[in-house]
Structures are given as structure tokens and as C-alpha cells.
């Protein structure tokens, strides 16, 4: 079984003041018939992780996120799709464990921020799958984000969360992992009292006691939209996309292995021969 994992409890305190979740500010577009309408923005992450071949995603939300439940509902095209409440903002470890019950040593798992944009559209297809894996992104600011150092192999040495001069310009931007593996990390959480609130922190600790874990530097691009400065910036990402006739009505999406359909769940019609507008 492969699971998505979408930690979305976040307050979105940089973005703000919102009528509604981060995670459904309206970004880019799709073609729903022959209207184009708003397309959430994690809808991409969506996309990305179907395209990836998740069978079910299971959200991450806090209490006042109903909005999300009602968007998405109970699933998208063939994926189900789960929630689970993280009461507390405790960070994104506590985030991603929230899920940990779901899945199954034998499970693959897939993890990525919802208020994100990156390409290609099937990254996490590249990741190997018997190992804790980062798919990484050149950016032009890594200390805003965990830069991920490695060896010359592709094994990850050291992330460095969120530092000045971090000594490398990849950074993480999803990342992968067997069952087991996500098992190890929760049981290593809660041996350190739950103090790490980051996933670098822990991974640190994780390759200190001697296992292993594998970066991919294929990212091409990458933009974070928690920011006014990164909305602005996805949008001028996903404009000369759309226009270059990327997506079109017909369902022609020569970047896409998996379109997330116009109307995912709750209280709207689900139209699974849509394409998405990127």
C-alpha cells in the first residue's frame, strides 16, 4: 500500500489573515469542461503523490480545519483520502506522526508540504523506495528552508535547518520512506521526549546511530506560497506554464501522470475526466 502523508495543521501565520486554510488559497487554475476555474494549492501535492501511485492520503489537519474535509471529502478520483488532527501546533515532526497508525511496516510512505509548488510533476516517482528518501531543490535563499548536505554517493550527511551559509543551495522538498522506516523515526522521537520539531533534527540523529538515508537532486523548481513573496512567485511560475499550452481542455498534460480531478470531494461534484491547469 502507498500513503501520502500531507501535514496541514499549520496556523499559516505568514499568510494571514485568510477567510479560510492556507492549503486552499487559490493558485493557478485547471480546466473544469470548458470553464477554467481556481485551483487549490495543495492540489499540486495531490496530484504529485497520485502520480506517484498513492492509493490513500491521509491530511493532517487542526481542529478549525473543517473547510479542508469539506474540499476534499472522501476521495480523489481512485485515492481515498483520511484525516487525522494534530490538537496542538507541535511542529511537523508531531505533524507527520499523527499518521503513523495508519500505515503499515510493509506501507510506502510519501510526505510533502501543501504549500507547495515544485517540478517535475513526478518527483517522487524518482525516489528510491527501500529507503528514506529527499527529493532535492536548488533554491536561491536555502536558509530559509533545510538544506540538505551529502556525500558523493547521494547519501545524506548532515540537513541543516534553517541556517545562514548552510554550505549548499539543495534543499529538501518531499521525501519518501518504507513503513518500517517511518516507525523507526517515531520510535526515535519519542526515545528524545518529542524535541524535535523538525524532520532534519531528527534525521541528524536518525544517521548518527548509524542508518541510512539517500537524496535525489532532480528537483528543477521549487516555491513555498506560506509567503505573500511566494504566492506572488508561484504565480508567475505557473502563468508562462499555462500559456505555453501545457494543460489543455482535452486532458493533453504532457507533465502530469495523474490529474487531480476538477471538484475534489465534499460538497462539489467530482469530474475525474478533468485536466488540471498548471
Known sequence: MKWGII???????????????????????????????????????????????????CFVISPGKSDILEYYGGAVGETAITYTVQPQP????????????????????????????????????????????????????PEFFDAVLTEPDGRVKQIIVKQDDPGTKWVWGCFSMPGHVLHS??????????????????????????????????GERYVDVGTLNGYHSAMNLLTPLASDGIAT????????????????????????ATSALL
Open 7 to 57: 501535514p496541514a495543521a499549520g496556523a499559516g501565520t505568514r499568510i494571514q489573515p485568510l477567510a479560510f486554510s492556507k492549503e486552499l488559497l487559490p493558485v493557478g487554475g485547471r480546466i473544469d469542461g470548458q470553464v477554467a476555474r481556481p485551483r487549490a494549492v495543495s492540489e499540486y501535492l495531490v496530484e504529485r503523490m497520485i502520480s506517484a501511485g498513492a492509493e490513500n492520503i
Open 90 to 141: 507541535e511542529g511537523l515532526c508531531d505533524a507527520i506522526f499523527r499518521a503513523v497508525a495508519l500505515v503499515r511496516p510493509e506501507d510506502h510512505v510519501m510526505i510533502g508540504l501543501p504549500d507547495t509548488i515544485w517540478f517535475p510533476v513526478n518527483g517522487l516517482a524518482l525516489l528510491p523506495e527501500d529507503k528514506l528518501s529527499f527529493l532535492l531543490f536548488p533554491v536561491e535563499h
Open 185 to 218: 523515526l517515531h520510535d526515535l522521537w519519542l526515545e528524545r521526549e518529542k524535541q524535535d520539531q523538525y524532520m532534519g533534527t531528527l534525521v541528524n540523529e536518525w544517521i548518527s546511530r548509524g542508518h541510512e538515508a539517500s537524496a535525489v537532486p532532480a
Open 249 to 272: 481542455p482535452d486532458g493533453d498534460d504532457s507533465t502530469s501522470g495523474a490529474n487531480v480531478p476538477a471538484n475534489p470531494g465534499g460538497r462539489r461534484q467530482t469530474t475525474a
